[in-house]
């Protein structure tokens, strides 16, 4: 036991500041994400002209579709995005970013060691708080983008912050001012009134069961207490009315959970059960059980419940709701832990024994789940994209550049993530306002949520719908394709590919290892010195080789090895590889193999390049270099599904 109080204290704030440390390690530098762009430009175009846009002004469908109103309630936070990246370029965002995660996970710190009101202080408390708090920030990292639900986590940790405090004339003017500027960050606004009218019904519950228990003086605290809420309640609500982006905001929310066929597009895929065995089932856990002990144990309704639990369903109804249900979770779980330990023990020397044992094994517990926290270089594959192997970049800054340097204009169609790409000046590296007139607006981009339920349908039938395709292509006038490289055969951008190449009236002018570009020949026609690549097919070449037969093998050969001279990409790993599959299913292991190993030059760490280079050696019988090399591929990728394919069966046949 340790029996130095001070000691106990300065062991607390070491690991309170180790966390600090690491949370601003984990967080700053993390993946933009896709959808930072349009915030950007967003916030740039109301800076500039003093108004707040309610219909979409960077799309060229805009004007095609039936009146609809464009609810722009993320328009503050675009404003302060702009400011963050006007005055520090991309480190402004970053530091924008962290700033609010570190602000959001102090606020529930702090709300966790509110204890409740006449009780004395708990010795258990600050050290499970400091747990609950962690376990909160790791069970929420996946929503760490530099996005509005951001804020709005921020929000609701100070609404649950103030709903523990003193009852006071300006609690209540900071609970207006928090949902005016909520209501014109992001739609969770709505959250935020959801929350204080569930502690309203607790604080009104808990009045009830006070009053009939007899205790007068708490039981008329308490109603003062569930008024005092009310109104809370009341100006929050007056706030969203008055909010500019308050029309159309509730028919925003309602129709949000009810887009069928775009649960993957809008993230309301639900979170799967193996949530539970990570640090947000273990905050569920402690929540559940010490809740759970007190109503069976000291006979207490647990009125906390009616809190915990509706948030605590969330990510099962939607995985982007985890960050706001940590937030609610972590101060209800661990004054609810606190409680449970101290009743076990009291104030004895058992009961200090076991908050040293906590103290010191608060950390290593949390690291079980130091795994949760994973720095990306880059995003999941987008939506419909196949998974077996990792783009080299997760923007297509390579095909604008190209489309920009060879002055490539047009109606753009793109996957909705990569719009808000395109919209910010086409290029992410040119500085808002200094990238010159827009000359290619994208088909939609990342806030597709909030659009005409015609033009989102139009856009799904467009990547996936083979029977409608050409008549919303002729219809939307489209005129560029930029879609992601084809990954593998489930890839659902493969099908349109095709139906380019089946085309004759389409002509591929450029790729590289994350994109392909398709121009309309009227398009092409006018620039003499883009040249169309009309043999080769990346719907029937993609890195693991297509199922499709190709017509004339030797002319695509040819012009793949012309584009290595002209270095249509900002890499051609995708070329060798085309190569190589060309070579090999002809028949000519060891031609593959020599393209591979060209490749292998431009792209030492390629798995597709060393998983196909694997498999030309091994047919040749070079099987202790094909192991090797397969090994390889996995070191690099290990999720490379071809390459743990092949090593099964290799493993199988012993």
């Known amino acids: 036991m340790i029996k130095n109080e001070k000691t106990r204290w300065l062991i607390l704030c070491l690991y309170a500041g180790g966390f600090f440390i690491v949370a601003v390690f984990a967080t700053y530098g993390i993946f933009l994400g896709f959808y930072i762009w349009f915030h950007i430009k967003n916030g740039e175009l109301i800076v500039r002209n003093h108004h707040i846009p309610h219909v979409d002004p960077f799309l060229y469908t805009t004007g095609m579709l039936p009146p609809y109103h464009f609810s722009n309630y993320e328009w503050l936070f675009g404003v302060a995005t702009y400011w963050a990246y006007s005055l520090l370029g991309f480190t402004g965002i970053h530091l924008f970013r962290t700033a609010i995660i570190l602000l959001t996970f102090l606020v529930v710190g702090l709300t966790c060691l509110e204890k409740p009101q006449k009780a004395a202080p708990s010795p258990f408390l600050p050290f499970?708080?400091?747990?609950?708090?962690?376990?909160?920030?790791?069970?929420?990292?996946?929503?760490?983008?530099?996005?509005?639900?951001?804020?709005?986590?921020?929000?609701?940790?100070?609404?649950?912050?103030?709903?523990?405090q003193k009852r006071s004339p300006a609690r209540l003017v900071l609970f207006f001012i928090i949902a005016l500027a909520w209501a014109n960050c992001h739609i969770e606004a709505i959250t935020g009134i959801v929350f204080l009218a569930?502690?309203?019904?607790?604080?009104?519950?808990?009045?009830?069961l006070v009053k009939r228990a007899g205790g007068e003086e708490r039981a008329g605290e308490l109603k003062r207490e569930a008024l005092h809420r009310l109104l809370a309640l009341g100006l929050s609500l007056a706030a969203l009315v008055v909010s500019p982006p308050a029309k159309g905001l509730l028919q925003q929310a309602l129709e949000y959970h009810t887009r069928k066929g775009l649960s993957h597009v809008v993230e309301l895929n639900p979170a799967p059960l193996a949530i539970m065995a990570g640090p947000f089932g273990l905050l569920l856990f402690i929540g559940l059980v010490s809740l759970g002990w007190a109503f069976l144990c000291k006979r207490k309704t647990p009125v906390e419940l009616i809190v915990?639990?509706?948030?605590?369903l969330l990510p099962?109804?939607?995985?982007?709701?985890?960050?706001?249900?940590?937030?609610?979770?972590?101060?209800?779980?661990?004054?609810?832990?606190?409680?449970?330990?101290?009743?076990?023990?009291?104030?004895?020397?058992?009961?200090?024994?076991?908050?040293?044992?906590?103290?010191?094994l608060i950390i290593p517990a949390l690291l079980l789940y130091a795994g949760a926290i994973r720095i990306q270089a880059g995003p999941a594959p987008l939506p419909g994209a196949g998974s077996s192997c990792s783009p080299a970049s997760v923007y297509p800054d390579g095909a604008i550049r190209f489309l920009n340097g060879r002055d490539v204009r047009g109606n753009l169609f793109c996957p909705y993530e990569w719009g808000n790409f395109v919209i910010f000046y086409e290029n992410p590296y040119t500085p808002p306002g200094g990238g010159g007139p827009v000359h290619r607006k994208p088909f939609i981009d990342g806030m597709l949520q909030t659009y005409n339920a015609r033009l989102l349908q139009d856009y799904m039938s467009l990547l996936s719908g083979e029977g409608r395709r050409k008549d919303l292509i002729d219809h939307y006038n489209v005129e560029i394709f930029l879609i992601p490289y084809p990954q593998d055969s489930r890839d659902s951008f493969l099908s349109l590919a095709a139906h380019l190449d089946r085309d004759d009236d389409w002509g591929?002018?450029?790729?590289?290892?994350?994109?392909?570009?398709?121009?309309?020949?009227?398009?092409?026609?006018?620039?003499?010195s883009l040249r169309t690549y009309r043999h080769v097919s990346p719907a029937a070449l993609h890195v693991t080789g297509g199922s499709q037969a190709l017509a004339s093998p030797q002319d695509v050969l040819k012009e793949l090895e012309e584009s290595t001279r002209e270095s249509p990409g900002d890499r051609v790993v995708n070329t060798y590889v085309w190569m190589g599959i060309i070579l090999y299913g002809r028949g000519d292991v060891d031609g593959a193999i020599a393209v591979l190993e060209r490749g292998m030059k431009a792209s030492p760490d390629s798995p597709a390049i060393l998983y196909n280079l694997a498999v030309a050696c091994l047919k040749k019988g070079e099987a202790a270099r094909g192991?090797?090399?397969?090994?390889?591929?996995?070191?690099?990728?290990?999720?490379?599904?071809?390459?743990?394919?092949?090593?099964?069966?290799?493993?199988?046949?012993?």
């Open 508 to 528: 591929l002018i450029y790729w590289d290892d994350v994109s392909i570009v398709y121009a309309r020949s009227s398009i092409t026609a006018g620039i003499p």
């Open 627 to 654: 192991l090797h090399l397969l090994e390889q591929s996995l070191k690099v990728s290990p999720r490379f599904a071809p390459a743990r394919e092949l090593k099964r069966k290799l493993q199988a046949r012993g």
């Open 128 to 164: 499970i708080a400091l747990a609950c708090t962690c376990l909160a920030f790791l069970a929420s990292y996946s929503r760490f983008e530099p996005r509005p639900q951001l804020v709005s986590a921020l929000f609701l940790s100070l609404y649950a912050f103030l709903t523990l």
């Open 198 to 208: 569930l502690v309203l019904i607790q604080a009104a519950l808990e009045w009830l």
């Open 316 to 360: 099962f109804v939607g995985m982007r709701h985890v960050l706001p249900a940590a937030v609610v979770m972590a101060p209800v779980a661990a004054r609810g832990a606190a409680a449970f330990l101290e009743s076990l023990g009291g104030r004895s020397s058992r009961a200090f024994r076991a908050v040293d044992t906590a103290l010191l």
């Open 308 to 312: 915990f639990v509706p948030f605590a």
